[in-house]
């Protein structure tokens, strides 16, 4: 089997597009958590803890998202590098061990959207009641 340079190459506009979806939700729920804290600073409330407790860990995935895209794009660079080179086999693996990253980012962008699902419908759950 042979894997062209062209084909590791192919993650770039994916890869950075996801960078950037994951930067953006990290800004947002950051931008929440600062006001959440200042809300909570004044009124010591459980439920703005347990809000900001749930942000807290979403940061935590969306870092992970990141270090996995980073990675994966990381590892495609160097696969076209090997590649070049004519380390085919090296290369290859280099290559699926970006892919791996990517699933692994995914997923855990996967985890992180539902947990925000879940949070949201809580929120809302009184409001559905009525």
């Given at each position: ?77 160097f696969a076209m590098l090997v590649l070049f ?21 995914l997923g855990l962008s996967f985890w ?19």
């Amino acid at each position: 089997m042979t894997l062209e340079i062209q084909t590791p190459a192919l993650l770039f506009s994916a890869t950075s597009l996801i960078l950037l979806a994951y930067t953006n939700r990290f800004l947002t729920i950051a931008q929440i958590v600062r006001g959440l804290k200042k809300t909570y600073d004044q009124e010591h409330s459980k439920d703005i803890f347990l809000q900001i407790k749930n942000l807290n860990l979403r940061l935590s995935l969306i870092r992970y998202m990141q270090l996995f895209g980073v990675l994966c794009l990381f590892l495609s660079v160097f696969a076209m590098l090997v590649l070049f080179l004519n380390f085919q086999v090296v290369g290859i693996y280099l290559f699926a061990g970006s892919l791996l990253c990517l699933l692994i980012s995914l997923g855990l962008s996967f985890w992180e959207i539902s947990i925000s699902v879940t949070a949201l419908r809580l929120h809302l759950k009184d409001l559905m009641e009525k």
